[in-house]
């Protein structure tokens, strides 16, 4: 099980960035990938996107394509969601999640996310 | 897109209670699917995978069913720690969505 911290809460003006990390404990297996869900106040859960670390790819929601960047530093133990374009309904608790997927098969999506970070606030306001 | 429509959006039960949440797919999934536990202030629980497999650590009292486009989620008897939110994702196909969620308090 991968144990996952992110980083602390940030306050942002409307139209800046914001960059969040996810440290990994252990480091992140090549099968693995990290998602990003976020959850406005009083919300449901809404998939962000998923950064492949061992071929540094990213898949991004249509809802936030050219926004967002996810990335990960070389040795592969912390993960990061940089959000530009800051709006005020960016406000949320943002998680990263790991995926397992065994055999590298990562153009299947049928794996859960099975550990999750305890979650960054992010508060937009002017 | 796949949506998923969870039924009932709320619920009040006691402790004890058998408890039934549905889910529904907007076309065939097969088994593809994923609970999760959300208690108040934290992060997301895996709780069942592939509609009906288990994890680790989950009690017995969890039960996941279905397949195609209606899925099921049962607590067979409630317990104070169930006390929380329940979502359910497809993984059939991306984008990987959630049901809109199902809180479940205390009557």
């Known amino acids: 099980q991968a144990q996952m911290v992110q980083s602390g809460s940030e306050v942002k003006k409307p139209g800046s960035s914001v960059t969040l990390s996810c440290n990994v404990n252990?480091?992140?297996?090549?099968?693995?990938?990290i998602h990003w869900v976020r959850q406005a106040p009083g919300q449901g859960l809404e998939w962000m996107g998923r950064f492949i670390p061992v071929y540094r790819r990213s898949d991004y929601s249509h809802m936030f394509q050219g926004r967002v960047t996810f990335s990960a530093d070389r040795s592969k133990t912390t993960a990061y969601m940089e959000l530009a374009s800051l709006r005020l309904d960016d406000t949320a608790v943002y998680y990263c999640a790991s995926a397992t997927y065994p055999g590298w098969n990562f153009g299947d999506f049928s794996f859960p996310f099975d550990d999750w970070g305890q979650g960054s606030l992010v508060i937009v306001s002017s | 897109d796949i949506q998923l429509t969870q039924s009932p959006s709320f619920l009040s039960a006691s402790v004890g209670d058998r408890v039934t949440i549905t889910c529904r797919a907007s076309?065939?999934?097969?088994?593809?699917l994923a609970w999760y536990q959300q208690s108040p202030g934290k992060a997301p629980k895996l709780l069942i995978s592939a509609a009906s497999t288990l994890q680790s650590g989950v009690p017995s009292r969890f039960r996941g069913s279905g397949s195609g486009t209606q899925f099921t989620l049962t607590i067979s008897s409630l317990q104070p720690e169930d006390f929380a939110t329940y979502y359910c994702q497809q993984l059939k196909s991306s984008p990987p969505l959630f049901g809109g969620g199902t809180r479940v308090d205390i009557k």
């Open positions: 252990g480091g992140l297996r090549n099968s693995q990938t």
């Open positions: 076309q065939g999934i097969t088994t593809s």
